[in-house]
């Protein structure tokens, strides 16, 4: 699966840079540092809440004006006194500034939606937490969820509905993914893997 991105003209270039779209893997560069979150669903309350055990201050920025996000998981962020919120609004463009003759994140311009007005926000990372793609669509006849991840069975969280065909990682974990759960579970595939040619074998 690929992370989502806001698609603006020197994203990628900042990837690294001050642009992150992991918390888990980022957060611990920016102990004492301003952040912001974008989105608005669990996976954006819980980046914002680890976020907020390293970063000074934390700003979620959601394009509506009430978060998608369960009401435990809301709760549970409002409760932390160094997030604040920044709603009905949307990043337009990322700002840049020097560092030792790199270019890297210093701020964003933002919009209100509902005004059009037009602000800047001085930051020094931003996590975007807007959503995951599957890239599981050459996969045809293997038995998917709604979202687009391979769907294991009943009986295997790494078996797939066609027989000698198994699933691990991002393909199929739309909710961790992190990379210790990612080799995890290839070890459960490549195990059931060997299991299976063994069996073929003994026919």
Avoid at 28 to 56: C, N, P, Q, R, W
Avoid at 87 to 100: A, F, G, I, Q, T
Avoid at 148 to 160: D, F, L, N, R
Avoid at 185 to 190: E, F, I, N, Q, V
């Amino acid at each position: 699966a690929k992370p989502k991105w806001l698609g603006l003209e020197n994203e990628m270039k900042l990837v690294g840079r001050g642009v992150s779209t992991c918390a888990t893997c980022d957060a611990a560069f920016y102990k004492g540092k301003k952040v912001a979150v974008v989105g608005g669903g669990d996976t954006a309350m819980e980046e914002a809440s680890h976020l907020s055990k390293f970063a000074s201050e934390v700003v979620i920025i959601h394009r509506r004006d009430t978060f998608r996000a369960s009401k435990a998981m809301q709760e549970r962020v409002f409760g932390i006194k160094n997030i604040s919120y920044i709603w009905e609004s949307e990043v337009l463009n990322y700002l840049e500034k020097d560092s030792n003759g790199e270019k890297i994140l210093g701020g964003i311009q933002i919009k209100n939606l509902k005004s059009n007005t037009l602000s800047e926000l001085t930051i020094d990372g931003i996590f975007l937490a807007i959503g995951h793609e599957p890239q599981t669509s050459i996969f045809n006849g293997i038995e998917k969820n709604e979202m687009g991840y391979i769907k294991p069975t009943a009986e295997s969280i790494v078996k797939t509905n066609v027989e000698g065909v198994f699933v691990c990682g991002d393909a199929e974990d739309y909710k961790y993914r992190q990379a210790i759960v990612a080799a995890g579970s290839g070890c459960m595939a490549a195990i059931e893997a060997e299991h299976y040619l063994n069996t073929l074998k003994s026919l």
